[in-house]
Structures are given as structure tokens and as C-alpha cells.
């Protein structure tokens, strides 16, 4: 089975390829890249994305897949249909499943559900500790052979400073990252972000130093014990300050941040608008600029989105009440796009932030279009505009603060391992 | 004036205007409780719901009250009575009551919120009796309507706020409407009890109440709420009144005359000493009456003409 | 918008000078005699009778102002109308009280004053002065102290103007 995408605006950030090529694909693997590939036989599908930008497909660092336990919130099914269309073909789902994916049996259902159902690559995260309980390590090496491509207790800190610095150590010898979500519980407790909208609105408070003290406490750990770390969804200008300077003397910090993070600030939250309730939460104007700042200058390598997909009535109830996280596939890709507009990045960076940085964090050998790489290729509309309605999302969750908005940028194909698993391209 | 609102949510969306026009509305509403026959036909026919997840006497009464004497029929459904014990959700009872065609619904609830939730999904008229640390703004616009007529103005005034100004909805309620109108407001408290960026609302921060309350016009006191977690927040009661009890070696440190307001209930001995709260300066017991007018004012507004 | 001027300045004035006549007349002088006007212009009726009993009796009537906003039976068809203050100084318990308005017509707004009147205490009676009665009634009223009596057509208005708000005084037919 051959296919060929021709005429398209191939941008590769790996290889530095940036102008039109046309690309051949064997059955899941790439081929041939050049100028101009004439000869086709006659079985050769041909694909025409003149016009278009063709790109690696888009790895998620993280997100939430939220099976096996609460698939009335997403399915791998669903999630994975969500993620192509939003131009992702390998994605990370972290670990709060239900049960907790702590061991080798939930690792071995994820993939297993994953290889008959998802539309996508699914490289399940396990959890630091049993039961995401922060009390005493998970069975890292089981779930590692079993696949699990990183740990994380996503959600929540290792409260515990001795068990972080055991699981930095332990995870050396898979040599997979530790991703960290960095959050202090004795100093947030809160439901937005501690500024000017939560004095407005009388919301209790998540302070910017819960997230900073934490990203400080990680990194010296990390530095200690000689381990990389990864911390992801950083919100803060602090954090960025503090990764920044840390990478001065200490080259193992790797970090991210989402979409949400450099397109809403904490006003978002004064209509009380529960879909605007996230962890961590929305942060100032300030905060929103520094991040893309830090994105600017490469102090933040990767885009992740934090799909984390919640049923309608999670969220429709009081503000205090509702479910932390955003839906995200559906959206992130033109949201990013944003940044390019704004002069933040520009298009090879920003695609290298979603595609090469998250490949070579996983150690995978996608997030390139190169001969011999997996065929994981998206096409997509820079300029094509769309306004988000949460009722026509692929995810089960609808939960999105951008219902309603005009955006640009729209992936228009999805192509995973040879496959075509989203095709909107006329 | 045109009066276009169907809920009353927040008085940081209210205009100057909306203000005053609320406030001599509830003028002409004060006489009729001072008449032997202390009602009106006004509201006759409508149907006033108080939905209370929170306890509260005074707030749910003087809403009662200004409902009966506008001839509505008043309804009144607490959390310990309701189904909210059951675990009901907030969204099911209010659909609920609306079934049962309300024309308005007074919510009290501990978040912040919890009214504008209501008045997206309802078509009964909303009013916030208080949510939470958001606001209360009935509470600002009847404390407003007592220094109007105590002060004679609404504008350039110096005005003392002292206490638990982070978790307290009156003070924030208090503080928009005294802020929109350009007086001088001075928050003063325990550094724990003064949140983070308060000044971006145009106030000044005292720790000091002896300083604080130097030639102040009007001093809020501010009740310690202690179910909301206020003792938190400073090591004991017994140190709290040491250091911001309102006693009358304040008072006369203040502008001669001063005037003396709480929202209630209040701790006496705690915040303020009972040589002020039953001294000249108090007006404590006028902001419990004109509540009632200017409860009466804001229920005909919103439910007495067609939307 | 064609007009008809029914009295001008000077017959406004004869007219509320007969009217003041006949009040005394019937009440047989002005003991116990008080005055409310009705927002707007049966204020300043009020007021030019009040000051034309001085004149005759050399008394000065109680003299009370009503808003009959709160007691109006179509109060929740109208766009929020504005409650203006209810003055009446004075106790009307066994008080012969003249109540006073412009224009009579449907009887709505006598209904409404005369239910507010009730809920401050209990006159003795209550008598209706009006400077035009319109006919048209909807409810079984009727003036005591009637200046003119013109019955119009649904099309026509008729408008009370008073020199203390409207800058000149007349009573005038107008087509709507």
C-alpha cells in the first residue's frame, strides 16, 4: 500500500526541511522525500495538499484518557478520535484512571485497548507511587516492561521530598522522564489563581508560589540525585524564571506548558464560567506573557495539552464544586498557532515544541518526516477559520472555555503509521 | 431611569446611577414602614422565594418583611429543610422551585457564584443575598442608603473598613460601591485578613486601627466569621480584640461625627465593645431598618414591572 | 397634532375659583376639610384650591400629596414606573379629605387613591375634586366637584397643563 502526499508546504523542525516536497509512504513508513515524486503506479493513493502545511504528526506529552474507571468522561476510543482530528498521533495519558495505572495489568489493558480501538499512538504514563497515594513506589519496572513510557502521580505532588528523590533515582534505570505536576496543597487549596480576579470574585485562591515552591523543590532534588525531570503544564513567570536559571548549571530540566496557559488569563474566571476552572489555574496577564516568553526563548520545550475530558455534570454546578481541566485536543493545535501570528514563534519552532522536543523527551522515533521514520504525518490550514462548538467535539468532553470562539488554524488530516485516520481535506 | 436588570447579582456591575436610583426608590418605601397599615397591594400575586444555604437571620427576615409589605406571598426554604441535606444539587432544587413559578428567588449560599449559576439557568429574578467571599449586595446598597441619610452624601467621604476584609462579601460589596462613588476607603486588619493586591481596588491598607480611624467619617466594623474559617487566620479572638476591638478611645479619635456601622450579627466584646455598639456614634440598628426599604425598592424593581 | 383649547388661563382660574366655592358650600365652611393632590398636576390643583380657601376662610387646609404608583392595578404590564414619595403630614382618621386630580376618566386611579387614602387611617369621607371629567368610566365612580365635563373621543387626549411644570396653563383636546 503506497500513498503519496504531494504539493504540500513541508515544514520538518528534525530535519530542517522547510518548502515543497512531496512525500511517499510505504505501508507505515515513509519512503521517499523530495522535490518532486513523478512516478506513481497506479495503486498509489496520491493525496493533494497543496496549499497546505504538511508536518510531523503532533505528540502529546499529556493528557487523560480517563479508561479504564470513568469512561463516561472518554474513552480511549473517543479520546483517540478527539486527539487525530486535532492533529495529534502519539499521545501520553497519565495515570489517575480508575484503577490507578500502578501496575502491569492496567498498563497491559491501556495498550492492549489501545491497539484494537485507538485511532492513535497511546504510550501509557504509569504513576510514581501505589495508588497515587504519595506513600511508597508503584512497580515502575513491571509497568515499564509492560510499556509505560514516563511516570507521573499527575493531579497531584510526591508530597513526600524523600520519595521524589527515590523515584528520580529508580527511574534511571529505565531511563524514562518523570514528569512532575508541581502544586504545594498546603499553600493552593484554592479554585483560581490568587490575583486580581479571585479579589473580584471572591473565589478562594491557588497562589503562583504553590506551583514555583514546588517546581524549586523538584529541580534541587533532581540536581541532587543527578536525574532528568520534566515538569509539566508550568503556568507561572516564576517557574519559567526558576527553570531557566536552574538550566544554567543543571541541563536535565525539561519543561511544558498548555495552550490555556498563553491564551486566557485569570478574568476568564470572573463569570464564574466553571469550564475556566483548571489545575493549574488560568494565571494573571503577567503571567500569560512570561510564559510566552519563555516559550519565545526556549526556556519551555514543549506544548502538551492536559486533555482532560470531565462528563457535563462535573461541571455544571457551583464554581467551588466543579472538576478541575480543560478539553484540549480539539483546540490546542490552533491555539498554538496563535503564537505564530503574534510573532511569539515562528512556524518550524512552534512545530518543533509540538512534534521533535516531545519525541526526543519520550525517546521515540516519530516527530519527524524523514525516510525510514513512522508514516505519522498531519496536513493542515494555517489561516483556515473555524468557531469552536463544544457539541460537534469528537471528545466526551465538552468541557472547553473556547465554546463560541473564532479561531485559525484547522488540522485538515491525520495520517498515523500509513493510515489515514482523519480526513477533511476536500 | 431606566431600569432593564432581572437579577441583582453584584454591585460591582452596578452604575452610580442604578445605585441612587435604587436607593430613592427605597425612600419612598421607608414611610410605609413607619404607618399603622404597613403594606402595599404592590407586589400582589407574586411569589418571593428565600433560598438559604447558609444560616442567617437577619438578611432572610428583612427580606421577608419588605416582601410582605409589598403583598408578595414569601416562601422560605433553608438547607437544613430542603432537599440539600439529600444531596440534592443547587441546579435541581432551583429548577425545582421554578416549576413552581416563583417571581423571585433570594439565594444565600456559601460559594461564590451560586446566584449567577441560578440566573443563567432560571427565569425567575435572581437576587444574591450573599455568596460566599463574593458579595453581598443588598448589604452595600442598604449601608449606602444609612450614610446617605446619616451623611447627607454618598461621595468624599473617609471611610474605615476594619476586620476580616479577605473573606468578608460585605467588605467587598462595600468596597465597590464606595470606590465607584470616590471615597476614601481604608481597609484595616490583620495582614492574614487583607488579601493579596487590594490595593488594585483603590484602597489603602492600615494595619494600625488607632491610625486607621484618625478623622474616618463612617468606621464598618466587620464581623469575624468564624464559620468561614476566620479564626484561621489569627491566633485567637482574645488577641484579635486586643488589637482591632472598636472601643470608644477610637471613636473619638474619629471625625466628631463619626458614625458607627456593622452588617450583624455582631460579636460584642470581639470586634466592637458594647460602649460603641450601644453608643451615640451607632447607627447599627437604622442599617436594620432601612435594609427593610431598600429590600422593598430592589423587589419592586426586579419583579414589580413587566420585564 | 391639530389641538382645542376647552379653557385658557383666566377660565382655568374661574373654574377652580367654583370649584373651591362648591367645596365650602357643601361642607358648609372648611372645618375638618383637608386636601390631597394626586401626582402630578392634582398637586397643584390642590395647592391653588388650599390657596384660595385661605383666601375666603382665612384657614390653611392639611394639605397632603399622593403617589398612587404602589396601589395601580396594572402595575405589572408598565416598564418599572417610578415611586415617587407619599407626603401627608397629617392624621386623615375622621377627616373630610378633597382628593384632587386633573383629569377624570377611566376611575383606575381614584380606585388606587382612595385604597392608599384607607391604608393611612379612616376618614370620615372622602370627595373627589376633578378640573375635567372625560366620561368614559370603567369603574363606578363619580365626582363630587366636576370644573367641565366634555366627553372625547378614543382618539382624542385630554391635557391638563399647569404654569408650575408646563410653563403655561390650559386644558386642551389633542388627536393622538
Not at chain 1, 66 to 83: D, H, Q, V
Not at chain 2, 88 to 96: G, I
Request: charged letters at 25%.
Amino acid at each position: 500500500m503506497k500513498t503519496l502526499i504531494r504539493g504540500g508546504h513541508l515544514i520538518d523542525p528534525k530535519t530542517s526541511r522547510d518548502g515543497i516536497y512531496d512525500i511517499l509512504i510505504e505501508d507505515s513508513v515513509i519512503r521517499e522525500v523530495s522535490d518532486a515524486i513523478r512516478k506513481t503506479d497506479g495503486k498509489t493513493q496520491v493525496v493533494d495538499a497543496s496549499g497546505c502545511i504538511v508536518a510531523p504528526g503532533l505528540i502529546d506529552v499529556h493528557c487523560h484518557l480517563r479508561e479504564p474507571g470513568f469512561e463516561y468522561k472518554e474513552t480511549i476510543l473517543t479520546g483517540t478520535s478527539a486527539a487525530v482530528r486535532g492533529g495529534f498521533t502519539t499521545i501520553v495519558c497519565m495515570a489517575n484512571t480508575d484503577p490507578v495505572n500502578d501496575s502491569r495489568s492496567v498498563t497491559e489493558f491501556i495498550i492492549d485497548k489501545a491497539r484494537t480501538e485507538g485511532k492513535c499512538k497511546v504510550l501509557p504514563c504509569g504513576a510514581i507511587t501505589r495508588g497515587l497515594k504519595g506513600e511508597e513506589l508503584a512497580e515502575i519496572g513491571e509497568m515499564f516492561s509492560a510499556g509505560i513510557i514516563a511516570i507521573s502521580d499527575d493531579g497531584r505532588s510526591v508530597r513526600n521530598a524523600g520519595l521524589m528523590r527515590k523515584a528520580l533515582e529508580y527511574a534511571k534505570t529505565f531511563k524514562i522522564p518523570v514528569i512532575s505536576h508541581c502544586e504545594d496543597t498546603m499553600l493552593s487549596g484554592g479554585y483560581v489563581h490568587e490575583g486580581t480576579a479571585s479579589l473580584l470574585n471572591g473565589l478562594e485562591g491557588i497562589p503562583a508560589i504553590a506551583e514555583e515552591l514546588m517546581v524549586q523543590r523538584d529541580i534541587a532534588i533532581a540536581r541532587y540525585v543527578d536525574a532528568p525531570i520534566h515538569i509539566t503544564h508550568i503556568s507561572t513567570g516564576g517557574s519559567v524564571d526558576i527553570i531557566q536559571t536552574a538550566r544554567k548549571t543543571f541541563r536535565k530540566v525539561a519543561c511544558d506548558t498548555c495552550p490555556h496557559y498563553f491564551s486566557l488569563t485569570d478574568e476568564a474566571t470572573l463569570t464564574f464560567d466553571t469550564n475556566t476552572k483548571v489545575n493549574p489555574p488560568l494565571r494573571s496577564g503577567k503571567d500569560v506573557e512570561a510564559i510566552k516568553e519563555g516559550l519565545r526563548k526556549g526556556v519551555i520545550d514543549i506544548i502538551a495539552t492536559d486533555h482532560a475530558p470531565h462528563e457535563y455534570t462535573s461541571k455544571d454546578v457551583e464554581f467551588d464544586l466543579a472538576t478541575f481541566g480543560i478539553s484540549g485536543f480539539e483546540t490546542a493545535f490552533a491555539l498554538s498557532l496563535n503564537l505564530v501570528r503574534e510573532g511569539v514563534l515562528d512556524m518550524a519552532e512552534l512545530l518543533k515544541k509540538m512534534t521533535a522536543n516531545p519525541a526526543k523527551l519520550l525517546g521515540v522515533d516519530s516527530g519527524t518526516i524523514a525516510e525510514g521514520a513512522p508514516a505519522d504525518i498531519i496536513i493542515f490550514d494555517p489561516d483556515r477559520e473555524w468557531t469552536v462548538d463544544r457539541n460537534l467535539f469528537l471528545s466526551k468532553g465538552k468541557n472547553t472555555p473556547f465554546h463560541g470562539a473564532a479561531l485559525r488554524g484547522r488540522n485538515l488530516f491525520t495520517m498515523v503509521d500509513g493510515k489515514i485516520m482523519f480526513n477533511e481535506l476536500k | 431611569m431606566n431600569w432593564k436588570r432581572k437579577d441583582l447579582l453584584d454591585i460591582r456591575d452596578l452604575s452610580k446611577e442604578e445605585m441612587l436610583f435604587i436607593l430613592d426608590t427605597a425612600e419612598s418605601f421607608k414611610d410605609i414602614s413607619k404607618r399603622e397599615i404597613k403594606k402595599v397591594p404592590t407586589l400582589r400575586g407574586k411569589t418571593v422565594i428565600t433560598l438559604f444555604y447558609e444560616p442567617s437571620t437577619r438578611t432572610r427576615t428583612s427580606f421577608e418583611i419588605a416582601a410582605k409589605r409589598l403583598s408578595a406571598d414569601t416562601i422560605n426554604i433553608s438547607a437544613n429543610t430542603s432537599s440539600a441535606t439529600k444531596g440534592e444539587s443547587l441546579k435541581d432544587t432551583a429548577r425545582n422551585l421554578e416549576s413552581m413559578r416563583p417571581d423571585a428567588i433570594v439565594i444565600r449560599h456559601s460559594m461564590p457564584g451560586a446566584p449567577h449559576m441560578l440566573a443563567r439557568i432560571l427565569d425567575s429574578s435572581i437576587i444574591n443575598g450573599g455568596d460566599g467571599s463574593h458579595e453581598h449586595p443588598t448589604q452595600a446598597l442598604l449601608d449606602l442608603f444609612t450614610i446617605r441619610e446619616k451623611k447627607g452624601r454618598t461621595d468624599g467621604l473617609k471611610i474605615v473598613m476594619v476586620g476580616d476584609i479577605a473573606h468578608s462579601r460585605v467588605a467587598r460589596s462595600n468596597i465597590f460601591s464606595l470606590k465607584n462613588f470616590g471615597n476614601e476607603v481604608i481597609c484595616c486588619g490583620p495582614p492574614t485578613m487583607i488579601p493579596p493586591h487590594i490595593e488594585t481596588l483603590g484602597v489603602h491598607v492600615e494595619y494600625d486601627l488607632e491610625k486607621a480611624v484618625r478623622n474616618a467619617d463612617v468606621i464598618m466594623m466587620l464581623r469575624i466569621q468564624k464559620e468561614r474559617g476566620g479564626t484561621k487566620y489569627i491566633p485567637s479572638t482574645k488577641e484579635y480584640s486586643t488589637l482591632y476591638g472598636l472601643t470608644k478611645k477610637h471613636v473619638d479619635r474619629a471625625a466628631d461625627d463619626v458614625i458607627v456601622m456593622h452588617p450583624g450579627p455582631m460579636n460584642r466584646g470581639i470586634e466592637i465593645m458594647d460602649e460603641v455598639a450601644d453608643g451615640p456614634s451607632s447607627v447599627i440598628l437604622d442599617q436594620v431598618e432601612n435594609g427593610v426599604a431598600v429590600r422593598m425598592a430592589i423587589l419592586y424593581l426586579l419583579i414589580g414591572g413587566e420585564p | 397634532m391639530k389641538k382645542k383649547v376647552l379653557l385658557d388661563k383666566k377660565a382655568v382660574d374661574r373654574t377652580i375659583t367654583r370649584i373651591t366655592h362648591e367645596i365650602l358650600e357643601k361642607n358648609e365652611g372648611s372645618e375638618a376639610l383637608s386636601l390631597i393632590g394626586i401626582r402630578t398636576r392634582g398637586v397643584y390643583l390642590a395647592n391653588r384650591i388650599q390657596e384660595k380657601i385661605r383666601n375666603v376662610e382665612g384657614t390653611s387646609l392639611p394639605f397632603g400629596v399622593l403617589d398612587i404608583t404602589l396601589y395601580r392595578d396594572d402595575i405589572s404590564k408598565l416598564k418599572w414606573p417610578e415611586v415617587k414619595k407619599t407626603e401627608i403630614p397629617f392624621d386623615v382618621n375622621n377627616m373630610t379629605v378633597i382628593l384632587v386630580d386633573d383629569v377624570l376618566h377611566t376611575g383606575r386611579t381614584i380606585r388606587a387613591a382612595i385604597d392608599a387614602i384607607i391604608d393611612l387611617g379612616r376618614p370620615k369621607k372622602i370627595q373627589l375634586a376633578v378640573l375635567v371629567d372625560r366620561g368614559d368610566r370603567e369603574l363606578p365612580i363619580h365626582p363630587d366637584y366636576a370644573g367641565i365635563v366634555c366627553p372625547v373621543n378614543e382618539n382624542e387626549e385630554v391635557l391638563v397643563r399647569m404654569s408650575e411644570i408646563d410653563g403655561k396653563e390650559e386644558v386642551v383636546i389633542v388627536k393622538t
